[in-house]
Nanobody
Framework: QVQLVESGGGLVQAGGSLRLSCAAS????????LGWFRRTPGKEREFVAS??????YYRDSVKGRFTMSRDNAKNTVYLQMNSLKPEDTAVYYC?????????????????WGQGTQVTVSS
């Protein structure tokens, strides 16, 4: 099994920054694709960013503001979020999946963290 634990959420003013972390443990060899998704009450879960192979992908609305990175030695991935906007407010989830996982297809990811709340005030 794989466990994913997010941290780093919080309350920030518009224009501010946060860095989310996702620590993986267990059978991490099962993970080839890592992603960040978010969900706002009343809305469907949406893709934010992912890393698959040597590529990193972002949803259009966060390009240039968010950066996903990983530290293999620590089995941790990060999501640096700059220039935050109120519309970025959501619960952010880390997810992992095998090589067959579509980089933006949340339903194909096998492993999920518990989520961390990000609130951006205007």
């Amino acid at each position: 099994q794989v466990q994913l634990v997010e941290s780093g959420g919080g309350l920030v003013q518009a224009g501010g920054s946060l860095r989310l972390s996702c620590a993986a443990s267990g059978r991490t060899v099962n993970i080839y694709v890592l992603g960040w998704f978010r969900r706002t009450p009343g809305k469907e879960r949406e893709f934010v960013a992912s890393m698959k192979g040597g590529n990193t992908y972002y949803r259009d609305s966060v390009k240039g503001r968010f950066t996903m990175s990983r530290d293999n030695a620590k089995n941790t991935v990060y999501l640096q979020m700059n220039s935050l906007k109120p519309e970025d407010t959501a619960v952010y989830y880390c997810a992992g999946g095998p090589a067959t996982t579509g980089w933006d297809r949340g339903y194909e990811y096998d492993y999920w963290g518990q989520g961390t709340q990000v609130t951006v005030s205007s």
